[in-house]
């Protein structure tokens, strides 16, 4: 399934969002920046991509880290996912963390991490003064049988 996503280049530098591979679910972010940011050990900097889309309605923007990244060198989303709204139109940025003992230098142009686009649903709630029963009832962290 595919659907058109408008992008606005807010930078000449900025690099268009590509996909890894013919069934890669998320599209690679780039860093768009005029120099190498070092990101100090368990510190936060926000990267920019120079990119704002619109997402069309009915649809969110997922952005998770991408594997090698967090796997090798220890840096991921501080928010571990990041969601834009449909509605949203300012630059998409990434929250990135150092989770390592060492600074991890982001170069300009590396890919910093992944937007998902998928559908959402949108939740009336309403009050209820009972819910129906289930086997599982009321067990919560670790009741399925986390080990």
Known sequence: MTTNIKIKKLNDKAVIPTYGSEYAAGADLYACMDEAVTIAPHTTVMLHT?????????????????????????????????VVDPDYRGEFMVAMHNHSGEPQTVEPGERIAQLVITPFITAEFEVADELSDTVRGVGGFGSSGYK
């Open 50 to 82: 120079g990119l704002a889309m619109e997402i069309p309605a009915g649809y969110a923007g997922l952005i998770y880290p991408r594997s090698g990244m967090a796997s090798k060198r220890h840096l991921a989303p501080a928010n571990k996912v990041g």
